[in-house]
């Protein structure tokens, strides 16, 4: 089970980190994703992290202002949001898929597991 958090209400230019914490499951397994969803449209990728952390992935509209990491001892994996914009309002969502390589995958229907989303509201 993934339980994505943090998300909430923030101004243009300001910073957010959202957590996404497992249970169940050894999150060094997996390959992590972040994804978001705006109202009306469809799912995007936003990032990824292989398992061991070393390897990353940006959406281009999000490279340079958001950093994905993760601590495989707290089984948790981070979205760190900087100069937010208003077009990064969306719910956002963190999953999972079983895959302990480097690669990355920005489709949704390559993530198995999902979190229930967290809002993100960024005011202009």
């Known amino acids: 089970q993934l339980q994505a958090s943090g998300g909430g209400l923030v101004q243009a230019g300001g910073s957010l980190r959202l957590s996404c914490a497992a249970s169940?499951?050894?999150?060094?397994?997996?390959?992590m994703g972040w994804f978001r969803q705006a109202p009306g449209k469809e799912r995007e990728f936003v990032a990824s992290?292989?398992?061991?952390?070393?390897?990353?992935y940006y959406a281009d509209s999000v490279k340079g202002r958001f950093t994905i990491s993760r601590d495989n001892a707290k089984n948790t994996v981070y979205l760190q949001m900087n100069s937010l914009k208003p077009e990064d309002t969306a719910v956002y969502y963190c999953?999972?898929?079983?895959?302990?390589?480097?690669?990355?995958?920005?489709?949704?229907?390559?993530?198995?597991?999902w979190g229930q989303g967290t809002l993100v509201t960024v005011s202009s």
């Open positions: 992290i292989s398992g061991s952390g070393g390897s990353t």
């Open positions: 999953a999972a898929r079983d895959y302990t390589g480097t690669y990355y995958y920005t489709m949704t229907s390559a993530y198995d597991y």
């Open positions: 169940g499951r050894a999150l060094s397994n997996y390959l």
